[in-house]
């Protein structure tokens, strides 16, 4: 076993067991991401130096840059942790639900009701993507397809393979709606849902950050808090039954808090794939803990990667500012094979 | 469920006559309408002056043969891939065989700028079969075998991940725009007849291996200690057949790029009416399917005149319900 400290209230009514290596490794990461982030904030097409990025935090109303990199910048970088953040953590959530390690909001579903409805707001309306109802209505529609995905998976409660299947039907079933919509829209709106569908985190603004971060406040604590509960049901459904934790509920739960997390995150940055798959995937190679002490690694691991999937999408092809996604993806091919390989080794 | 040899056999009449009404009615209806004397007129005695007479040779005939290859070639495919799954959900869509196949395709087109389908199809080979074995690996669980399940996530992962890279690659070459949409999208329309015969000869001789095969794929379906009780050699049978569903869907998705759910429900079809043996099975699958791409194909035309529906979309909406209804139903392995 690993060390860990436990702290009490003097009642003894509360106690927290808090993994030594865990809290390590989170506090390394937010390091990490902390220098990443002031990195991230130095470059771009205007060329600006690391102290000068500290020295415009610092003393803002001094500084003659800081509308690139208070208003620019800024925006961007934040808005770049908080989608990480959330996908890596429901991507935990969902994995941990369907208790199956390929599971993640892009294949579920959740990711292609947001994208369908999206696309579909721009056909109907020809807006371009910075338009302010495009988030909201993103969101309803990664609500409504979560909504759908239980109904009909509903047969006295959640069986999590019943789940993931009609996710998948449902996924294929928007996917092929969000193409039919495309295919008739003239080129320039094609584009345009194109670069959105691949995630791209592309003019963020401050009100797009204040929009998305109160569903982190409210969803990440509470997550936080419940998923110990899913700890019990990942050793079965009658352990989990036998150890008092109400299940269904708590799946109906988990089921929200993880679309609420995507969902949300979608509807800002746009469809960006596989952080969900894998940024909790490199958690469990760091450490070995419950899905409480995963968590926020998955979350810092989320946010790292989308940070410098957006930095390079952002800064290596300059003029051309190219759609955080891709670069998501191209993280996220060789961790597949990766997985593939730890897969057959756990077979041999 | 037909039974006896005869009623199989008026069956397969049957659904013979709806395969030739399909072929008529693709070449027939459009937005430019043909008589059927005309049509008859443009096969028999072809004159270049005449509007509809250019059509049916130039466009629809070449885009009819298409849809009965890729609806053939991906219901078959679809058929051979449940049996050596046991998995009723699989098929060259679900499990990603298409998505790899459609990604390799794209590659060639947009980097190496192939064109031909002849070319495009040795991509369309190598990525079928990299799918396929990322797949295999993926879907299995220590110790437990291949669940259906997990199978089918390994597939649509492994989809997400090949079509967000061609859509990467759709955003960096926004010159090819249209034409990897049209790979994304898939569509039976715009291929020149002559491009699709030379892959005709292979595709061929994979139907046929597949079809000698039927006794063989019978005995799929039992316990493996069985099967190898029987004489029969487990892994070649299984290996032959990935090939043979490698090449059918690999020659599909290079034609027509992707296409789904005619793998995962014509199958379904042909087995609810002639059962679960092979030797009906294959072909009426094929039968079927061809069937089925046509007439998604032809309505696809006529929804929205002067617009057409991709057909893959048209596929899709018509798959997805049944596919849903399969999941509800299919046993929790896991």
Known sequence: MSRSLVLRSPNDRWSVKLNVRVLLVTLALAVLLAISSVLALASGSHPTSFMDVLGTLANPAQSELALIILEIRLPRVIMAILVGGALGSAGLILQGLVRNPLASPDVIGITSGASAAAVLFLWLGGVTGTSLLLAPVAMGGAFTVALCITALAWQQGISPARLVLVGVGLAAALTAVTTLLLVLSPDSTAMNAYIWLTGSLYASQWHDVTALAPWLVVCWPLALIKLRHLDAQSMGEDMALGLGSALQGHRLLFLVLAVALAGSAVAYAGAVGFIGLIAPHMARRLVTSGHTGLLPIASLIGALILLYADWIGRVAFIPRDLPAGIFVAGIGAPFFVYLLYRLRRDLG | ?334
């Open chain 2, 1 to 334: 469920m037909l039974t006896s040899l005869l009623a199989r056999t008026s069956g397969t009449l049957v659904c013979l006559g709806l395969l030739l009404v399909a072929t008529v009615s693709s070449l027939v209806f459009g937005h430019i309408p043909v008589s059927l004397d005309m049509l008859a007129a443009s096969l028999m005695d072809y004159d270049p002056g005449s509007l509809e007479h250019l059509v049916v040779r130039t466009e629809r005939f070449s885009r009819t043969v298409t849809a009965l290859i890729v609806g053939a070639g991906l219901a078959t495919a679809g058929a051979l891939m449940q049996t050596l799954t046991r998995n009723p959900l699989a098929s060259p869509g679900i499990l990603g065989i298409n998505a790899g196949a459609m990604f390799f395709v794209v590659v060639g087109a947009t980097l190496f700028s192939l064109t031909s389908p002849s070319e495009l199809v040795w991509a369309a080979f190598t990525g079928a079969a990299t799918a396929a074995f990322l797949v295999y690996f993926l879907g299995q669980q220590a110790g437990r075998g291949v669940s259906p399940v997990r199978t089918v996530l390994a597939g649509v992962a492994v989809t997400a991940l090949f079509v967000s890279f061609a859509q990467g690659l759709l955003i960096l070459n926004q010159d090819r725009f249209e034409s990897i949409l049209f790979w994304l999208a898939g569509s039976v329309s715009g291929r020149e007849l002559e491009a699709i015969l030379p892959l005709l000869p292979l595709f061929c001789l994979a139907l046929l291996i597949a079809l000698l095969l039927s006794r063989q794929l019978n005995l799929l379906g039992l316990d493996d200690d069985v099967i190898r009780g029987l004489g029969l050699r487990v892994g070649q049978v299984r290996l032959l057949i990935g090939l043979v569903v490698i090449v059918l869907a690999g020659t599909s998705v290079a034609i027509a790029g992707l296409i789904g759910f005619v793998g995962l429900i014509v199958p379904h079809i042909a087995r609810g009416i002639f059962g679960t043996d092979h030797r009906w099975l294959l072909p009426l699958s094929a039968i079927l399917g061809a069937t089925l791409l046509l007439a998604a194909d032809t309505v696809a035309r006529l929804v929205i005149p002067p617009q057409e529906i991709p057909v893959g979309v048209m596929t899709a909406l018509l798959g997805a319900p049944l596919f849903l209804h399969l999941a509800r139903h299919v046993r929790a392995v896991s």
